[in-house]
C-alpha cells in the first residue's frame, strides 16, 4: 500500500513546490489511483498547500480526504473561467466521492430522468451519484410531498412509463389500455418518440413550465384547424394540467416577466442551510435546498464561499436553457466575475450576478434567507431528534461510539407458507432505503405446515454476511455497527451461531427486540436490558423493527398471491403451463376467468369445450 502525502513530509513539499502558482484544476488520488477531489483555483499551488498546513480549519469530510491523499496532479488553464468550466466537466465525468457539497443527501430528493436507457424512467431518489453519466437529476427539493404530486400529475397528464420492469412478458399491463402508458414493455412506441415525450416532461423540472404550455397551446390551435379534434382535445387536458402545476405560486414582483434564480441562506456554529427560489416568469417554480458545513467563527467571507460553491454546483449539472439571465445572492461571491463569465458562455447568453440591497430584489433575498431560517430549524431539531436516539442507543448497548449504520431483520410467513426475510437499514438514524433487500427462504424444511423462524433468521444472516466469511474491512461502508433481530432469544442464538462461525462477532453488536414485552436482549444473556418504552434509543429500535415487518410482510403478500395464482389453475386437470398462460393472457385475473360463462372460455385460444367445462366446474 502507497503511503500518504501526510506521512512523507518531504515528499509532500517537493510535489507542492512543482505545482505552478497558476490558475487551473487540480486533482487529489488515494492509494488505488482513485480520484478523491477535484477542485480549483486562481493560484493552485497556494489552494493546495493550504489542505496541508497544521493550522488549516479544515472541515470533517475534507480532513478524511486529506489524509487519503497519495498523489496530487494539476492541469493549468489560461484563465479562471476555464478552470471553473474544466472543473465542471471533470466533476461531472469522474465523480468524485469528496466533492459532494450536501452534508447529508437523504434529506432532500431529486427528480432523475434516466436517459441512458432507450426508454427512460422518471423516478424520485435520494441518492444523486446511483446513476450513469447520460442520467439527469433535477433538485434537490426541500417539498417532497409536493414534488411527489408533481410527478403523479405528470404522470397523469403524458403518456410515459409507468413502471420500472414490465407486469407480463407478452402483452402490455391495463396502462397501455387506459392510455397512461404507450405500450414501452412491448415497444409499440419507438425509442425516439417516446423521447419527445420525456423531453416535454424535463421542461416541468426545468423550470420551463409556461414554455411548455405556449408549445402545448400552438399544437393544439394547428389540430384544432386540421379537425383533429380528439389529439386537440388531449392537449388542452394537459395544458389544464399543467397549469395547475404553479397555481397559486405567484411572487409578488413588479415585472411578472423576470426570471431569476435567488439564493440564500441560515447559518448555525456547524451547519448552513441553503435555499434556492427558481422564478420563471413571475412564478416560483422550484424550490432547492442544500445542506453545508460551516467553518467555526465563520464570516460573510465565509458564507459567500458556501453560496459560489452550491452554485458552481448546481449549475455545472443544469442544461443552459435551465439558466437564468438574473441570479440574486445574499453574501457577495469571492469570484462572481468568474462564474457569470462561466454561466455566459454555457448559456450563450448574458448572466448577471448580483447581491441586492435595497428595493424589490433585496425584498427576494429576504424572502428566500427567511425561509432558509425555517428550513435550518427543523433541520436542527430533526438532527438532534436522530442524535439523541443513536447516543441513546450507543449507551443502552454499551458501544464505543455512536452506530452510524444499523440494520434488523424480520421474517414473515404463515404456518410456514411462502417464507421470506427482509433486511432494512438505517444511516445516520434515518431509513436508507436503496439498502433494503428482500430474501426468499430456500431452506427445503421449512415449507405449509412448517414453519421455522430460528433456521430463516440464520439463513438470512448467513446469505446476508457471507461475503465477509473470515475476513472483514471495517471501512467497507456496507458493513453496520449493529443488528437488530426481530425476536427472542431463539431467534438471536441462531444468528450468533452463524455470525460466530463467520468469525463476525467481535465486529458487529447483535441484539434481538422480543415482541411481547418489546424488550432488548443481547446474546447469551437471561435478563433484557434495563430500559423505559419511551427512550429515544428504543423507540429507534422500534422504528426499525416496524419498517423491517412492513416489508417482509409486503413481499411474503406479493408471493403469496403469486403461489394462490398458479395454485388454483394446476389444480384443474388437463389445464397446463401453456394454456394457463393463454387464460390469463386473455382473462387478466383468476377472478375474470371465475366469472367467465362457456361459450367466453372457448374463445380462448387452444381451450375446447371439455376444457372450458372444466374450468367452469372447477370453479362452480
Known amino acids: 500500500m502507497s503511503s500518504t502525502l501526510l506521512s ?21 488520488r488515494d ?70 457539497l450536501l452534508k447529508d443527501d437523504k434529506k ?11 426508454y427512460p424512467r422518471i423516478f424520485i431518489t435520494r441518492n444523486r451519484r446511483l446513476g450513469k453519466g447520460r442520467d439527469k437529476y433535477y433538485g434537490p427539493y426541500t417539498d417532497s410531498r409536493l414534488l411527489r404530486d408533481t410527478l403523479n400529475l405528470v404522470r397523469r397528464i403524458f403518456p410515459m412509463r409507468q413502471r420500472p420492469q414490465p407486469l407480463h412478458k407478452d402483452r402490455p399491463c391495463l396502462n397501455y389500455d387506459i392510455g397512461r402508458c404507450p405500450g414501452v414493455c412491448q415497444q409499440k412506441i419507438t425509442p425516439e418518440e417516446y423521447h419527445k415525450t420525456i423531453e416535454k416532461i424535463a421542461m416541468v423540472f426545468q423550470g420551463r ?41 405567484k411572487v409578488s414582483l413588479p415585472d411578472d416577466t423576470v426570471s431569476r434564480d435567488a439564493v440564500a441562506l441560515a447559518a448555525s456554529d456547524k451547519t448552513a442551510s441553503i435555499q434556492l427560489f427558481q422564478i420563471r416568469a413571475g412564478k416560483l417554480v422550484g424550490r432547492l435546498g442544500f445542506i453545508a458545513d460551516v467553518p467555526e467563527n465563520h464570516t460573510d467571507v465565509d458564507l459567500g464561499m458556501i453560496l459560489q460553491r452550491v452554485l458552481e454546483e448546481h449549475y455545472q449539472y443544469a442544461d443552459p436553457v435551465e439558466i437564468p439571465p438574473e441570479i440574486l445572492v445574499q453574501h457577495p461571491l469571492p469570484d462572481s466575475d468568474i462564474l457569470a463569465t462561466y454561466l455566459s458562455e454555457k448559456r450563450g447568453r448574458k448572466v448577471a450576478i448580483d447581491s441586492p440591497q435595497r428595493q424589490v430584489k433585496a425584498e427576494t433575498i429576504e424572502m428566500v434567507a427567511r425561509n432558509a431560517e425555517f428550513e435550518l430549524a427543523r433541520i436542527t431539531k430533526q438532527t438532534e431528534r436522530e442524535a439523541a436516539s ?31 426475510g427482509s433486511q432494512v437499514v438505517f444511516i445516520d438514524g434515518l431509513p436508507a432505503k436503496q439498502y433494503y433487500r428482500h430474501y426468499k427462504i430456500k ?22 454476511f457471507r461475503k465477509y466469511n473470515g475476513g472483514v474491512n471495517l471501512d467497507d461502508s456496507d458493513f453496520p455497527n449493529v443488528v437488530i433481530i426481530d425476536g427472542g432469544k431463539g431467534q438471536l442464538s441462531a444468528v450468533v451461531k452463524v455470525l460466530s462461525e463467520m468469525e463476525l462477532m467481535a465486529h458487529l453488536c447483535v441484539v434481538s427486540l422480543a415482541k411481547q414485552h418489546e424488550e432488548i436482549f443481547l446474546p447469551g444473556a437471561s435478563n433484557a436490558l434495563p430500559t423505559e418504552p419511551e427512550q429515544p434509543g428504543v423507540q ?8 423491517s415487518h412492513r416489508f417482509a410482510l409486503s413481499f411474503h403478500r406479493q408471493q403469496r398471491s403469486k403461489r394462490m395464482t398458479r395454485s388454483y389453475l394446476d389444480e384443474i386437470p388437463g389445464l397446463g403451463a401453456y394454456k394457463q398462460k393463454q387464460l390469463m393472457s386473455h382473462f387478466h385475473s383468476i377472478d375474470y376467468i371465475r366469472a367467465a360463462d362457456l361459450d367466453a372460455l372457448q374463445k380462448v385460444p387452444g381451450v375446447g369445450e371439455n376444457l372450458a367445462k372444466s374450468i367452469y366446474n372447477y370453479f362452480h
Not at 512523507?8 to 484544476?25: D, F, M, S, Y
Not at 432532500?108 to 432507450?118: E, Q
Not at 429507534?540 to 419498517?547: A, G, K, T
Open 8 to 28: 512523507q513530509p518531504e515528499k509532500l513539499e517537493a510535489r507542492l513546490k512543482e505545482i505552478p502558482p497558476e490558475p487551473g484544476v487540480y486533482f487529489m
Open 31 to 100: 492509494d488505488r489511483d482513485h480520484i478523491l477531489y477535484i477542485g480549483k483555483s486562481k493560484k493552485l499551488r497556494s489552494r493546495v498547500r493550504s489542505y496541508f498546513r497544521e493550522a488549516q480549519d479544515l472541515s470533517p469530510r475534507i480532513a478524511l480526504m486529506v489524509r487519503q491523499v497519495v498523489e496530487i496532479e494539476f492541469i493549468v488553464t489560461d484563465t479562471e473561467a476555464e478552470a471553473l468550466a474544466l472543473e465542471a466537466n471533470l466533476i461531472k465525468l469522474h465523480q468524485p466521492h469528496f466533492n459532494v
Open 108 to 118: 432532500y430528493p431529486y427528480v432523475v430522468i434516466t436517459w441512458s436507457h432507450d
Open 209 to 249: 413550465g409556461s414554455e411548455l404550455i405556449n408549445t402545448l397551446t400552438k399544437q393544439m390551435e394547428q389540430a384544432a384547424e386540421n379537425l383533429e379534434f380528439e389529439i386537440a382535445a388531449a392537449l388542452r387536458d394537459r395544458i389544464t394540467g399543467l397549469s395547475s402545476l404553479t397555481a397559486g405560486q
Open 390 to 420: 443513536l447516543q441513546d442507543l450507543a449507551e443502552i448497548l454499551d458501544l464505543p461510539e455512536l452506530p452510524r449504520r444499523v440494520e434488523c431483520y424480520d421474517i414473515s410467513h404463515i404456518q410456514g407458507s411462502d417464507a421470506v
Open 443 to 464: 431452506n427445503p424444511d421449512i415449507h405449509i405446515g412448517r414453519s421455522d423462524d430460528f433456521a430463516s433468521h440464520a439463513e438470512v444472516i448467513g446469505r446476508r
Open 540 to 547: 429507534l429500535v422500534r422504528r426499525l423493527r416496524d419498517e
